[in-house]
């Protein structure tokens, strides 16, 4: 379950993924390996289902979207 960014961070870095820091209003990480980018709105109570489904898809087989 994923209940915050720290959560979620130390998730995709334990995968590969690095942080991306250019960008005031979202946080991104990159997979050195892929052209793969996954944004996330910087404010952790705006994220949403369709953010999720970004980070599902490019992760396959590690994260799973479920309605609560």
């Not at 379950?1 to 130390?10: A, M, Q």
């Not at 998730?11 to 980018?37: A, I, K, M």
């Not at 952790?44 to 369709?50: G, T, Y």
Request: with cysteine; glycine share 2%.
């Amino acid at each position: 379950v994923v209940t915050s960014y720290e959560v979620l961070e130390r998730r995709l870095r334990e995968l590969g993924w690095e942080r991306y820091l250019n960008d005031p209003c979202l946080l991104q990480f990159h997979q050195r390996s892929t052209v793969h980018l996954i944004s996330v709105p910087r404010d952790f109570a705006r994220l949403k289902l369709v953010h999720m489904h970004d980070v599902v898809v490019k992760t396959r087989n590690v994260f799973q979207v479920r309605d609560a």
